[in-house]
Structure formats: structure tokens, C-alpha cells
């Protein structure tokens, strides 16, 4: 079956503008991540939901980031005023619910903050 | 603060051997682990899970957890050079962040014929 997508693929923003990253999980799957990880660095948890709540916000930078999840399925995250630090690819993951915690990962978008 | 350390490698091992690979951790409460492989410009793929003490084989692949001493490893015996790839130790959270993980930096792998 289809996996975890997300688009774009690649993002070229210029510093101070806002973008938005979109992720479509696995069909069926509740639970949604959404992870970054910079050049050389870990991966680095930021936000997930459980249907269309976020219980745990505690991964976010900055009060720049956001996120949403609407209908239990596509989520988008959400930088405003982008910085240079934000650069990094932003990964999205599902699992069936929060008590499997096996999660699947997408591809990735690649932002680059200029 | 609640960590995931693994060793950082580069592990280099001839094809054919058995690879290790290492993790620790220092939250107790968790009681679920992962073991992902990341090639170089790809996403992180999932490998294996492991919930209880002991092994669990998959294939090529088995998982080891010791809850009393805080580790993890995963071994790839027979290993390919397909197997070269950075690979991530995965620990679930415990209580109500229970849907968070938290991983480690990361090993490279590299199997040369």
C-alpha cells in the first residue's frame, strides 16, 4: 500500500518568509510525527498528534512553528518568519495509534532557508 | 534529560561478518525500543522493534534488549554492502509523551567486500 507522503520535496525560501510543509500519512494510521533533522544532526522530535489533537507541543523551537492535522489525516507544519536555522529536512511519520508505536517515515522535505 | 546514546562509528566490517551495533539509554520509564536504517539522503526506514528483555530475530537482523543494564544492540550477520547505511536507536517515551521518540545520533555502517 501506499506509504507516508509529503511534498514538497524540496523547498528554497528566502529568510523572513513563511512556508508550509504538508504530510499525508499511512490510510488508517491515527497517530502523526513530525521530526527534523539538520545536517550532521539527529533526528529531533517536534509535534505529533493523536487524531487531530497535538497532546505534546514541547518538540516546537520557537512560537514560529505550528501545526494542524484536520479529518484525522493530512497535516500540514507551519514556520513563520523563516530563519537560517530552520534549515534542515523535515520528516513526517505515522503509526497505526499511539499504543503501536512503530512508526513509518516519508521522504522527507528538504527546506533551505537563504 | 532523557538520552540515547549510541557509538557513533564508524564500524567498518568485512562482508560475510557480524555487525553490532550499541545503544544505551537513560529513561527507564520507556519500555519500547527501534531500530531504523537511514541511507545517505533517504528517510529513516524501520527495521526492528523490541518491546521485552532478550532477542528477537528477524532475518539477518536480531535485536537484544537489557533492561537491567539500559542497553539495546542490533546484530546483522551475513552482512552486504547493501547493509552500509547510518543506523538509529529509537527509544519510545513513557508516561503521557508516550507517543515521542527519541533517537540517538546515529551509527555508520560500512561493509566492504
Known amino acids: 500500500g501506499a506509504g507516508v507522503s509529503q511534498s514538497p520535496s524540496n523547498k528554497v525560501t528566502e529568510k523572513g518568509k513563511d512556508v508550509e510543509l504538508r504530510c499525508d500519512p499511512i490510510s488508517g494510521h491515527t497517530a502523526l510525527y513530525w521530526y527534523r533533522q539538520s545536517l550532521g544532526q539527529g533526528l529531533e522530535f517536534l509535534i505529533y498528534?493523536?487524531?487531530?489533537?497535538?497532546?505534546?507541543k514541547s518538540g516546537l523551537p520557537s512560537d514560529r512553528f505550528s501545526a494542524e492535522r484536520t479529518g484525522g489525516s493530512v497535516s500540514t507544519l507551519t514556520i513563520q518568519r523563516t530563519q537560517q536555522e530552520d534549515s534542515a529536512v523535515y520528516l513526517c511519520?505515522?503509526?497505526?495509534?499511539?499504543?503501536?508505536?512503530?512508526?513509518?517515515f516519508g521522504p522527507g522535505t528538504r527546506l533551505t532557508v537563504t | 534529560q532523557k538520552e540515547v546514546e549510541q557509538n557513533s562509528g564508524p564500524l567498518s566490517v568485512p562482508e560475510g561478518a557480524i555487525a553490532s551495533l550499541n545503544c544505551t539509554y537513560s529513561?527507564?520509564?520507556?519500555?519500547?525500543f527501534f531500530w531504523y536504517r537511514q541511507y545517505s539522503g533517504k528517510s529513516p526506514e524501520l527495521i526492528m522493534s523490541i518491546y521485552s528483555n532478550g532477542d528477537k530475530e528477524d532475518g539477518r537482523f536480531t535485536a537484544q534488549l537489557n533492561k537491567a543494564s539500559q542497553y539495546v544492540s542490533l546484530l546483522i550477520r551475513d552482512s552486504q554492502p547493501s547493509d552500509s547505511a547510518t543506523y538509529l536507536c529509537?527509544?519510545?517515551?513513557?508516561?503521557?509523551?508516550?507517543?515521542?521518540?527519541?533517537f540517538g545520533q546515529g551509527t555508520i555502517l560500512t561493509v566492504h567486500p
Open positions: 529513561d527507564r520509564g520507556s519500555q519500547s
Open positions: 498528534f493523536q487524531g487531530n489533537s497535538a497532546p505534546d
Open positions: 529509537g527509544q519510545g517515551a513513557g508516561g503521557t509523551s508516550y507517543g515521542k521518540l527519541t
Open positions: 511519520a505515522s503509526s497505526l495509534n499511539l499504543n503501536r508505536y512503530e512508526q513509518y
